[in-house]
């Protein structure tokens, strides 16, 4: 006579499904507010009514990121918080492939950007410093450089010497500007007690090297953005492999 053991079917980790659902409603919401953000800054520059305006865009256009990220997004937290909440494996197989394509392209950027980090810098420069002629030319890209030297505490690619480029900023003697051989306000150094903000603070700074210590950032932002976010991809590559392992295991 043979008797035959039934194994008992693990329990799906609450813990594990609710983390997994909180991490990607997040993505999935802020994907959501990319795409509408983008939406609505295109429709403010007349692009959705003629979209052959896009060609005529000084500069490169920080909609594009926008949006790009907010469709990608969109789709990951969808496939993440479905996939979590339903324990669809496909779903989270989807999620899970795609976040480590995502994590595999950034290694691969990484390794390739050592072994061609010189013709890299001098590409990320090149395109660094034509947004720089174009910084007065679209409110959207005037930000984003902006809202960039201010969070990474740089000035320009190389250093406050490229916001020469722009015609707002040389030092050249026929340049009527205010702004004359001087830098964006968020060139200068953060003051924690400013409560408003001295968009004024950067002006004729160039013109006073030696004070430019004390003023202004004078680290590039091409140094300050080499930097990778790998941690956030593999906690969410972690919790989608521990869900999928506990309901295949169900």
């Known amino acids: ?138 409110i959207d890209l005037q930000n984003l450089i902006d809202s960039l030297q201010r969070a990474n505490q740089c000035c320009g690619a190389d250093g406050p010497q490229n916001w020469d480029l722009n015609v707002y900023f040389n030092c050249s003697n026929n340049n009527p500007s205010r702004e004359k051989c001087g830098v964006p306000f968020s060139c200068c150094l953060y003051d924690p007690a400013e409560i408003v903000v001295n968009t004024q603070c950067g002006y004729d700074v160039r013109s006073k090297v ?3 210590e004390s003023v202004i950032y004078t680290k590039g932002c091409i140094a300050a953005l080499e930097v990778g976010y790998l941690c956030q991809t593999m906690f969410g590559i972690y919790l989608a492999r521990t869900l999928i392992g506990d309901i295949e295991g169900c």
């Open 1 to 138: 006579m043979y008797y035959y053991r039934y194994s008992q079917p693990t329990e799906v980790s609450c813990c594990y499904k609710y983390m997994m659902f909180s991490y990607n409603i997040v993505f999935w919401l802020a994907g959501a507010a990319f795409l509408a953000i983008g939406l609505w800054a295109w429709s403010e520059k007349g692009v959705l009514s003629d979209i052959s305006q896009v060609t005529r865009l000084h500069g490169f256009d920080p909609v594009w990121i926008v949006l790009i990220v907010g469709t990608v997004t969109f789709i990951l937290g969808f496939a993440g918080c479905v996939g979590a909440l339903r324990e669809n494996i496909c779903l989270l197989k989807f999620f899970c492939g795609v976040i480590g394509l995502i994590f595999f392209l950034e290694l691969t950027t990484g390794v390739m950007a050592f072994v061609f980090q010189d013709q890299l810098r001098e590409w990320v420069k090149d395109f660094f410093l034509t947004n720089i002629k174009g910084y007065r030319e679209d």
């Open 210 to 212: 030696s004070q430019w």
